[in-house]
């Protein structure tokens, strides 16, 4: 069965830099999550997106946006990336709010 | 402020015994929680849920028990195998927004043959 999808699996980018990462939702899946896991760290929350538009927002900075695209595809942008940045980014997608399916992740290193 | 604990950061257990992980969390307003299971490299991957409206929920040799008043979840694993070894991560989240799950900071069970 197909799986959510998520590209790159890793990036390396440096300090003030820009990264854009993606999310293919399994079909006909409806909503998208942005999950941030830092070293050592729990999963949070950033931020899902339902049909398009956002509906819930969690501990994701303002230099992070994010969207989800009319083929119900999602990117999280990131400008002016940190060191702190570094982390694992876990996209997960739902059909109406039922059980959550994670993507392998993107690993992003912050030099 | 975690709101979601898991106080014991690993668990070693022989095979064919029962794996017991357990979670506790602080938010009154979580009626909604979940066990995750996590191999390096990959997604968190969904094992078991439970309501709030119940204290018991059996997939398997997978069953997890909740107590409200403890504010306290359990995850049971009987009989626990080797390809059980993996990060288990518990989560909550309210009704109102089913996907915004809280995590704990995981527990790593290893199995031993």
């Known amino acids: 069965a197909a799986g959510v999808i998520q590209s790159p699996r890793h990036l390396i980018k440096e300090k003030r830099e820009t990264a854009t990462l993606k999310c293919y939702p399994i079909p006909r899946h409806d909503t998208v999550y942005w999950y941030q896991q830092g070293p050592g760290q729990d999963p949070q929350f950033l931020i899902s997106f339902y049909e398009k538009m956002q509906s819930d927002k969690g501990s994701i900075p303002d230099r992070f946006s994010a969207q989800q695209f009319s083929d119900y595809h999602s990117e999280l942008n990131m400008s002016s990336l940190e060191l702190g940045d570094s982390a694992l980014y876990f996209c997960a997608s739902s059909f109406g709010g039922g059980k959550l399916f994670f993507g392998s992740g993107t690993q992003l290193s912050v030099l | 402020d975690q709101q979601v604990k898991q106080n014991s950061p690993s668990l070693s257990v022989q095979e064919g015994r029962i794996s017991i992980l357990n979670c506790d969390y602080t938010?009154?307003?979580?009626?909604?929680f979940l066990w995750y299971k996590k191999y390096p490299a990959e997604g968190p991957t969904f094992l078991i849920s439970?309501?709030?409206?119940?204290d018991k929920n059996e997939d398997g040799r997978f069953t997890v028990f909740l107590n409200k008043s403890a504010k306290h979840l359990s995850l049971h694993i009987v009989p626990s195998q080797p390809g059980d070894s993996a990060v288990y991560f518990c989560a909550a989240s309210e009704s109102t927004s089913y996907g915004k799950l809280t995590f704990g900071q995981g527990t790593i069970l290893t199995v031993h043959p």
């Open positions: 938010n009154s307003m979580f009626d909604y």
């Open positions: 439970i309501s709030s409206i119940k």
